[in-house]
């Protein structure tokens, strides 16, 4: 993420910059007046990122909610103005600032601004995000490392949003590991949706009946014989090498295999559910397939820690 500088005129003072010289750099363009303390670099026009990043600066507060969200690249949350909080005894009118007692081990700096971490983001999230945005956000934040879901379920005891943590929280299979993209977090609330279909596998890994490698699939239901890959951005040569690993993975399960692509999980979703539930049955319908011999003993298991 690519941001504009913002200096405070204490900052320009300590750099020796007169007010005569401050007066020159606004008229020629190398500054914008933000606030009467903040000036914004460049001479383009100030969008309202640049105003609420200077209204942060100006408080002396701390960039929250959806803000927050937006600032530290969180899925599923969307810039929608100014969020910040301030000490308890700050004296603020501005519209889009509360006061609250802020733990600093809760605070980091993001984009050069003061912000709540990743844990107290998504507590605050979950007071203004629904069930699904949320759970998006979740999911981009334990895949980073950011936080853990024993973490984030801790955090979450007596606060407003815990509800909506707890429910997201259950839908999770005990020890999944996080989603590998935005796209597979959207087929895993997809097919959440199809009666009597259990959660996927996530990253499944298959072995073939000499118990050597196959692949690692993105989604997976072995009890049915079928898998799901998804289609994001492609790479030079990626085409021809999802289409052998599919291959491979039939070749040596015997498995259905279900392919989509962000088109038709994130804009066509109601007929890619339709497809989804056409799979299912057909897997149900088919004759058992035999059983493979069980695969050498697994790596470790996904751990929580951020630091493994």
């Not at 308890?88 to 980091?108: F, W």
């Not at 007071?127 to 979450?156: C, F, G, K, N, P």
């Not at 020890?175 to 009597?196: K, N």
Request: net charge positive.
């Amino acid at each position: 993420m690519v941001v504009r500088r913002l200096y405070t005129t204490a900052e320009l003072r300590e750099r020796g910059v007169t007010r005569a010289q401050l007066r020159t750099a606004v008229r020629n363009g190398r500054l914008r007046k933000v606030e009467d303390s903040v000036y914004a670099a460049g001479p383009h026009e100030l969008t309202p990122m640049d105003r609420a990043r200077a209204a942060v600066v100006a408080t002396g507060g701390v960039a929250c909610g959806t803000f927050a969200g937006w600032l530290h690249g969180l899925e599923g949350v969307a810039f929608d103005g100014l969020h910040v909080t301030v000490p308890p005894t700050a004296s603020t009118s501005r519209p889009g600032v509360q006061r609250r007692d802020l733990p600093a081990e809760r605070v980091v700096v993001v984009a050069g601004i003061r912000c709540t971490d990743a844990l107290q983001t998504l507590i605050d999230l979950a007071v203004v995000l629904d069930d699904t945005r949320w759970e998006q956000a979740l999911e981009s934040a334990l895949r980073r490392r950011m936080v853990t879901v024993a973490e984030v379920s801790a955090a979450a005891q007596r606060q407003r949003g815990a509800r909506r943590v707890r429910r997201v929280l259950a839908q999770r299979p005990a020890g999944a590991a996080p989603t590998e993209s935005f796209l597979e977090t959207l087929m895993v609330q997809l097919v959440r949706t199809i009666p009597g279909l259990p959660p996927p596998e996530r990253q499944h890994c298959v072995w073939d009946a000499h118990g050597r490698f196959v692949a690692r699939v993105d989604l997976a239901w072995p009890e049915l014989g079928l898998f799901v890959e998804l289609d994001g951005q492609h790479h030079k040569d990626q085409p021809v090498y999802d289409a052998r690993r599919e291959t491979a993975v039939v070749a040596a399960t015997g498995w259905l295999c279900g392919r989509f692509t962000w088109h038709e999980v994130a804009r066509i979703a109601s007929i890619t559910r339709r497809r989804m539930i056409d799979l299912v049955e057909q897997a149900r319908r088919r004759v058992p397939l035999p059983a493979l011999p069980p695969p050498p003993p697994p790596p470790p298991a996904f751990s929580e820690s951020r630091f493994a």
